[in-house]
């Protein structure tokens, strides 16, 4: 049974930073790339960024140079660093396993997490 656990969402203000936690059990980790999505009220999950076994990452545009994203796969865990947070990045999200480096869309994901509520307030 593949899980993905997830935390360490939050209310933060405007600029501040969190970090994100995804814990899987239940598969060969370092074998999966493992993505970030976030889904906005009202809007379609949208891909994040996602690293591949290797630490190779991509990310979304408007959040390419304030995330970052690594991975302990001693640990069977990877992480979702927001620094410079905005309004704009208020969602839940969420961790999914995926077999390629490239796969940016929700139904190319395998196994996904429950998600985690992060609130940036102005």
């Known amino acids: 049974q593949v899980q993905l656990v997830e935390s360490g969402g939050g209310l933060v203000q405007a600029g501040g930073s969190l970090r994100l936690s995804c814990a899987a059990s239940?598969?060969?980790?370092?074998?999966?790339?493992m993505g970030w999505f976030r889904q906005a009220p009202g809007k379609e999950r949208e891909f994040v960024g996602v690293?591949?076994?290797?630490?190779?990452?991509r990310f979304f545009g408007s959040v390419r140079g304030r995330f970052t994203i690594s991975r302990d796969n001693a640990k069977n865990t990877v992480y979702l660093q927001m620094n410079d947070l905005k309004p704009g990045d208020t969602a839940v999200y969420y961790c999914?396993?995926?077999?390629?480096?490239?796969?940016?869309?929700?139904?190319?994901?395998?196994?996904w997490g429950q998600g985690t509520q992060v609130t940036v307030s102005s």
């Open positions: 239940g598969l060969t980790f370092s074998r999966y790339a």
């Open positions: 999914a396993a995926g077999t390629s480096y490239y796969y940016a869309s929700v139904n190319e994901y395998d196994y």
């Open positions: 690293i591949s076994g290797n630490s190779g990452t």
